[in-house]
């Protein structure tokens, strides 16, 4: 069956980098479009960003951490990255990879258990 299983949260400092992992299984990941969704304390559902299929998949970002987040896949290894730069107490959330692009955001039909993120001094 088909699996997504997130990693790489916790409590950080800000500033630096954290770079979280979804690793997939039970399905074909190379084809399809993969994304990261979180959900802040005492808000609902964001979409994040997006990754196409494809040996030259785009990616695409929300406004808010364009230009300070990273998406990227490595389908040998079936698994998709999200990469997180300077980091700020505004990225606490509780991140979820989900299967689908941004159309199908915020709930996928298949999406993880989440990883939190928690960045405080």
């Known amino acids: 069956q088909v699996q997504l299983v997130e990693s790489g949260g916790g409590l950080v400092q800000p500033g630096g980098s954290l770079t979280l992992s979804c690793a997939a299984s039970?399905?074909?990941?190379?084809?399809?479009?993969m994304s990261w969704v979180r959900q802040a304390p005492g808000k609902g559902l964001e979409w994040v960003s997006t990754?196409?299929?494809?040996?030259?998949?785009?990616?695409d970002y929300a406004d808010s951490p364009k230009g300070r987040f990273t998406i990227s896949r490595d389908n040998a290894k079936s698994t998709l990255y999200l990469r997180m730069n300077s980091r700020k107490p505004e990225y606490t959330a509780l991140y979820f990879c989900?299967?689908?692009?941004?159309?199908?955001?915020?709930?996928?039909?298949?999406r993880g258990q989440g990883t939190q993120v928690t960045v405080s001094s």
């Open positions: 989900g299967r689908g692009g941004r159309s199908r955001a915020p709930n996928y039909n298949y």
């Open positions: 990754i196409t299929s494809g040996a030259s998949a785009t990616t």
């Open positions: 039970g399905f074909t990941f190379r084809t399809y479009f």
